[in-house]
């Protein structure tokens, strides 16, 4: 089951991927030499954001589940004293 702040995570990933990409291809259309400058300082940070925050969804997400998990143990007696 994903938490309501992943969800949010991954849609915000989802929408700078999907942002850059839309800048790319407006950039590969357009034949001009400061297109490659929209290209390369705006539509490529824009999906290294996005994969960087999905990514980063993922690791706060297993980090988030260990915890959980260590509580739960905790609980019960098994944990660390």
């Known amino acids: 089951m994903s938490s309501p702040v992943m969800e949010r995570r991954v849609r915000i990933s989802a929408a700078l991927v999907f ?3 839309a800048v790319e291809l407006a950039a590969l259309r357009w034949s ?3 297109a490659f ?3 390369a300082l705006a539509g490529i940070p824009l999906v290294g954001a996005g994969i960087i925050v999905f990514l980063y969804s993922l690791i706060g997400t297993a980090e988030l589940g260990a915890m959980k998990s260590y509580d ?3 609980e019960h007696g098994k944990g660390v004293s």
């Open 19 to 21: 942002l850059g990409l």
């Open 32 to 34: 001009h030499p400061t």
């Open 37 to 39: 400058l929209v290209f």
């Open 72 to 74: 739960r143990s905790d």
